[in-house]
């Protein structure tokens, strides 16, 4: 009797038709988050325009404001990311099939989805009308201070300052000089662009400045070499100003980037904290209350 030898087939692994994201807790850990963030950033700014004064001498320091306003933003993320990633990771639905590192992975893939659509809802909130009367009083406080700035720049621009003070004559009357004071500012500008005064543009004017003012011509020499002097330190100064300003602008994306990864990895460890808490049944009746 001949036996023929059956072939078993091989067991299948078993494929799930739906996806293992679950967009209810995450959008729910989402909207915790982006909640949490506004509240958080308008009470921020409020606090950081209580710091500033249109008056340099009242207002706080700049590198004090950058720190705070750093640690500040640091708190906001990782406190709103895990706070939304806890709330996603022990609202999921577990899965039976899944092994403990598996189940890790899950809650941990969606506290960062959560991260992700919790900083576009943010985004999306601070253009919207729901932040309105804080946008409207910030944009009320920063027209009054560039208004101030502009009136300050206005009253202290180095190149009227400087052809003021040169073109001043104790003679009674002075005739019209704007032709000359316009030809004076073309002239420091272009020894401003090439670093020095050209010989012959000094001899002009400080010939010009001695017939209008009725000064000697070495003391009208002497004139024109401090107030050229004086638009140099000016210059400087503005290239150190721009310079600090870039500066500023790429130590801020730097803190933007750490940031936001600090708060993406404290969303991924908030969601598998909510997801054990949820495997493991954790009683969280003596923080929320118990129902009656």
């Known amino acids: 009797m001949t036996h023929i ?15 293992y994201l679950e967009w209810a807790p995450i959008f729910g850990g989402a ?8 509240i958080m950033a308008t009470f921020g700014s409020a606090l950081g ?22 640690l500040w933003a640091l708190w906001i993320g990782v406190s709103a990311s895990a706070a939304g990633g806890y709330l996603a990771g022990r609202m999921r639905r577990p899965v039976g099939d899944a092994s403990a590192h598996e189940r890790d992975v899950r809650d941990g893939t969606h506290g960062l989805v959560v991260w992700a659509t919790g900083a576009l809802l943010v985004t999306l909130l601070s253009t919207s009308s729901l932040l309105g009367a804080a946008k409207t009083a910030a944009q009320g406080i920063a027209s009054a201070t560039s208004g101030a700035a502009s009136l300050i720049a206005q009253q202290a621009d180095p190149m009227a300052s400087a052809v003021d003070s040169m073109m ?16 004076t500012s073309r002239i420091f500008i272009n020894g401003l662009r090439s670093g020095s005064l050209n010989a012959a543009d000094r001899d002009y004017l400080a010939t010009q400045l001695a017939t209008r003012t009725g000064i000697a011509k070495p003391d009208a020499e002497k004139r024109v070499d401090e107030t050229f002097t004086k638009l ?40 598998m904290l909510g997801g054990k808490h949820r495997d493991e049944e954790i009683d969280l009746s003596h923080i929320i209350g118990r129902r009656s």
Do not use: C, Y
Not at 170 to 181: I, Q, V, Y
Not at 242 to 268: D, P, Y
């Open 5 to 19: 030898n059956e072939v078993q087939p091989a067991p299948t692994r078993q494929v799930h038709a739906h996806s």
């Open 31 to 38: 909207v915790l988050a982006a909640a949490i963030s506004t």
């Open 49 to 70: 325009l209580s710091l500033v004064s249109a008056d340099p001498a009242r207002s706080t320091s700049v590198t004090v404001l950058a720190i705070v306003a750093g």
């Open 168 to 183: 001043r004559s104790t003679a009674p009357a002075e005739a019209n000089g704007s032709d000359s004071r316009e030809s």
């Open 232 to 271: 140099t330190q000016a210059k400087e100064t503005a290239k150190q100003t721009a310079e600090k300003a870039r500066k500023m602008g790429v130590l801020t994306a730097f803190l933007t980037a750490a940031v936001l990864l600090v708060s993406a990895a404290a969303a991924w460890m908030a969601a």
